[in-house]
């Protein structure tokens, strides 16, 4: 599966941006599909996943901000990122797995290119 992400942009502290990851050709709803993020001079972090039963699960640090959400319809998962902090700007990438347990470990075997969020202070 190929995925695109974007949505990507410029915010102040405090504001929000929503994120998107498309799908193609495959689908999407069958897949666990992640968010990940890596800031300059970080390592790549997990941030949040949703199953292809809908569920969800979220890191401490964007527990309350952030919120994942899946369009079916659309072949598109969603990031909802509120109370946007300055600690949070990174490239966000998305990927998905048949297996929740590779995006758990940060091992996803499909990966988006990646978009890149700038909060500023």
């Known amino acids: 599966v190929q995925l695109q992400a974007s949505g990507g942009g410029l915010v102040e502290t405090g504001g929000s941006l929503r994120l998107s990851c498309v799908a193609s050709?495959?689908?999407?709803?069958?897949?666990?599909v992640g968010w990940f993020r890596q800031a300059p001079g970080k390592e790549r972090e997990g941030v949040s996943y949703?199953?292809?039963?809908?569920?969800?699960f979220y890191e401490e640090f964007v527990q309350g901000r952030f919120t994942i959400s899946r369009d079916n319809a659309k072949n598109t998962v969603y990031l909802e990122m509120n109370s946007l902090k300055p600690e949070d700007t990174a490239v966000y990438y998305c990927?998905?797995?048949?297996?929740?347990?590779?995006?758990?470990?940060?091992?996803?075997?499909?990966w988006g290119q990646g978009t890149l969020v700038t909060v500023s202070s």
């Open positions: 990927a998905a797995d048949l297996f929740t347990s590779r995006v758990q470990s940060g091992g996803p075997r499909n």
């Open positions: 050709p495959k689908r999407l709803d069958l897949f666990t």
């Open positions: 949703i199953r292809a039963d809908g569920s969800t």
